[in-house]
């Protein structure tokens, strides 16, 4: 598909695939089988299946794992809501070229293989305060290059961002979609004294009322508050989802950019984990609202994936016990219920 309007988005969300229920089973039959009581490693069993479902396999691999990092920036950072100015996106891009930053060492760690995207550094999105940030073509230009990064082939996307000011535009759009105000949701970002967070309470605010009248349409929401790497994120996780390839989710702003596809298509989120909390006022309250439980809480709020490479690692921990270990009959260990039963007098 695509995606010529904000209607494609729409019609392709209405029929999304599911996970593979054959390999499901399987793999869950495989975990009853193990050399462990049932359930004695916790999640690990359930994302060993949860990969077993979405890669369509009983026994998962992580082969070929794609973390993708997306840049854009943001109008409304003129309004003084980031403690750095827009000027360190295409530097920490840079960086990212030449392996210094963070996400760099782990996604080695991890064994992923790293894709850095910028998207129009030079052309910053809107003040959203102002009138919409992205008109619906610059939306959908950005969700196609965030679409178009997912190989069919990948094992795992994990994607996260860098963009001075998109705390901002994360937390405008969860007070527009969830509701609750700038209150709720803003957060110190990259370290803003107690002036700069009021005055980023207050452009929040001031773009809720400025859109107020579109806020019951998610898409719409996503353009006139969100940014270019959001959009590039939710459409990296429909592709996702279209391919049936699992994906994990970074911080906050990764979190908010796949928040108006899960407000369009309910379930759609079921081929995502969230691969941490982050230390960032509003994640936590998000990944209730989205339902989602997340793998990782190490006070992290670095973004550009960083928390989410981590949590690769949990997976690998998953699928080496799940396909590693043996089994009772292989290893001849007895098994439940294989105790001899007292005898009825």
Do not use: Y
Not at 8 to 36: F, S, W
Not at 65 to 73: C, D, L, W, Y
Not at 153 to 170: P, S
């Amino acid at each position: 598909m695509l995606f010529c309007s904000l209607d494609d988005i729409r019609i392709a969300c209405r029929d999304l695939p599911t996970g593979d229920v054959v390999a499901t089973r399987a793999a869950t039959a495989r975990q009853a089988t193990l050399t462990k009581p049932a359930g004695s490693l916790g999640r690990l069993e359930e994302l060993a299946i949860w990969l077993s479902c979405w890669q369509g396999r009983a026994q998962p691999k992580l082969d070929r794992v794609s973390i993708i990092v997306f840049a854009g920036n943001h109008g409304v950072a003129a309004r003084g809501v980031s403690a750095f100015p827009s000027a360190v996106t295409a530097q920490m891009v840079a960086n990212f070229a030449a392996g210094g930053a963070a996400i760099n060492q782990l996604a080695e760690v991890a064994g992923g293989h790293l894709k850095v995207e910028p998207i129009a550094l030079k052309q910053p999105t809107a003040d959203f305060t102002i009138q919409p940030a992205m008109t619906p073509e610059e939306f959908l230009a950005a969700f196609r290059i965030g679409h178009g990064t997912v190989s069919p082939g990948d094992d795992l996307v994990v994607f996260g961002e860098m963009g001075i000011a998109n705390t901002t535009a994360a937390a405008a759009l969860c007070a527009a979609l969830l509701g609750g105000g700038a209150g709720r949701w803003v957060g110190r970002g990259t370290g803003l004294d107690e002036a700069g967070l009021a005055r980023k309470r207050d452009v929040v605010e001031a773009g809720l009322d400025r859109h107020r009248a579109i806020l019951e349409d998610p898409l719409a929401v996503a353009a006139a508050l969100g940014g270019r790497e959001l959009a590039a994120m939710a459409g990296a996780a429909l592709a996702a989802r279209i391919n049936r390839i699992p994906v994990l989710i970074d911080g906050f702003v990764a979190s908010a950019a796949v928040l108006p596809l899960a407000r369009l298509a309910p379930g759609f989120l079921d081929h995502c984990q969230a691969a941490h909390v982050s230390s960032e006022a509003g994640h936590r309250a998000l990944l209730e609202e989205l339902e989602l439980s997340p793998l990782l809480d190490l006070g992290m709020r670095l973004g550009e994936a960083s928390g989410a490479a981590v949590a690769v690692l949990l997976l690998r921990a998953a699928i080496a016990c799940h396909n590693g270990m043996a089994t009772f009959a292989s290893a001849g260990v007895s098994g439940a219920g294989d105790a001899e039963q007292p005898r009825e007098r």
